[in-house]
């Protein structure tokens, strides 16, 4: 169960209508289900996965009933005219919210979330030789997690330590 409100405006006003309704919803490789009751055979609505865009977040004017929530977009292009659906599904939890968020990603991309040439232009980017933070230069850290707590624990200490030779 999802608390669901779809995008609708007063006669192209933009005046915004409706309220969050608890929906069933079922998500499959191919599309979402909605459905108004869980003991429901027939969706009351159904949408292509692969033609859904799925943000975090939600508007704060909509009033959302929790703070953890998805922007669903449906971009469907039909050949008469191209249609646009938008509406918002509310979470209980954070985590509940970011299972639906990562479930939506792996059922687009095929389980293929992080590409390989993707990953490993990440991994290549190097930092510019002149990185700055103000006045002070940002040094990248390195070797291991225990030796980058000690130098930051040392110097969170005595700050001025290590101007002290200067």
């Known amino acids: 169960m999802v608390k669901f409100r779809e995008e609708r405006?007063?006669?192209?006003?933009?005046?915004?209508t409706g309220s969050f309704h608890d929906r069933y919803f079922i998500l499959s490789t191919v599309?979402?289900?909605?459905?108004?009751?869980?003991?429901?055979?027939?969706?009351?609505?159904?949408?292509?996965?692969?033609?859904?865009r799925v943000y975090l977040g939600i508007k704060k004017k909509l009033r959302p009933p929790t703070?953890?929530?998805?922007?669903v977009i449906n971009g469907s292009e039909k050949q008469e005219k191209p249609e646009r659906q938008q509406w918002y599904l509310c979470c209980d939890t954070q985590t509940e919210m970011r299972e639906w968020?990562?479930?939506?990603?792996t059922i687009q991309y095929?389980?293929?979330?992080?590409?390989?040439?993707?990953?490993?232009?990440?991994?290549?980017?190097?930092?510019?030789?002149?990185?700055?933070?103000?006045?002070?230069?940002?040094?990248?850290?390195?070797?291991?997690e225990n030796e980058m707590r000690n130098?930051?624990?040392?110097?969170?200490?005595?700050?001025?330590?290590?101007?002290?030779?200067?």
């Not at 405006?9 to 915004?16: A, D, E």
């Not at 703070?67 to 922007?71: F, K, P, Q």
């Not at 968020?101 to 990603?105: D, P, Y």
């Open 110 to 144: 095929d389980g293929n979330v992080w590409p390989a040439d993707a990953v490993q232009t990440r991994v290549t980017r190097a930092l510019p030789a002149d990185t700055r933070h103000g006045n002070v230069a940002l040094i990248p850290l390195r070797g291991s």
């Open 31 to 52: 599309s979402l289900r909605m459905y108004k009751e869980v003991r429901s055979n027939r969706p009351e609505r159904e949408w292509q996965v692969k033609n859904l």
């Open 101 to 105: 968020f990562s479930t939506f990603l």
């Open 9 to 16: 405006s007063i006669l192209g006003l933009g005046l915004n």
């Open 151 to 166: 130098s930051v624990a040392a110097f969170t200490a005595d700050p001025l330590g290590l101007f002290r030779d200067v």
């Open 67 to 71: 703070c953890w929530g998805l922007t």
